[in-house]
């Protein structure tokens, strides 16, 4: 049985749910607001394993769920955006899924989404027939020993995920989806804009 990873991924549309849902058939869980229970995302969630997490009042339990279901051997997809971006641009990302990255040593791969929003947006209802991309990044580890994320790590000589700050993983997050941003030639939201020229990111 292959190793789990975690796929982490741009937003743009609930026809991502649908694309990812044709590639991956088996041994995948992915990670969704409880509101989108009321979509039509609830026939997709027939056929795949979902944890739900409740945005408003998010807890520990969905992220337990998570660890299990990698303990388990699954792999998981997830949205760190948190929710479909309405103007088609890049939304500042969350910082769960390094965490639950880290903590379980599970790699990460960065899927890089393009398309989906002009297929359906999200004010419409009726999806249109248009050509989407999807591209699979390399798989890597967020640790001391990978490169893109030495400076973090080391300039209070960290090593363990436990000691980062919030703001320190923020950077990371935002460093995971600029990777994905290339790709799809996204342009950062205003307020994510703002984040990363505060703190120098890049």
């Known amino acids: 049985m292959k190793k789990p990873v975690i796929f982490v991924a741009n937003h743009r549309s609930y026809f991502d749910f649908f694309l990812l849902g044709t590639i991956f058939t088996k041994n995948v869980v992915f990670l969704a607001q409880r509101k989108v229970k009321r979509t039509f995302f609830k026939f997709l969630a027939i056929f795949y394993e979902v944890v739900y997490i409740d945005r408003d009042n998010p807890g520990l339990s969905f992220f337990k769920k998570l660890i299990k279901c990698i303990e388990d051997g699954k792999s998981i997809i997830i949205f760190p955006e948190g929710t479909r971006s309405r103007s088609g641009k890049m939304l500042l990302p969350k910082i769960g899924f390094v965490k639950l990255a880290m903590l379980t040593t599970t790699p990460i791969v960065p899927v890089a989404i393009k398309g989906t929003y002009e297929i359906l947006p999200p004010h419409k209802v009726l999806p249109k027939f248009k050509k989407c ?38 950077k990371i997050a935002i460093r995971i989806m600029e990777k994905i941003r290339v790709f799809t030639n996204e342009e950062w939201d205003e307020i994510a804009l703002k984040k990363i020229n505060e703190s120098r990111i890049f």
């Open 133 to 170: 991309e999807i591209v699979f990044c390399k798989k890597f580890y967020i640790s001391p020993d990978n490169s893109e994320f030495k400076d973090i790590f080391l300039k209070k000589g960290i090593k363990k995920f436990s000691k980062l700050t919030k703001e320190d993983l923020q």
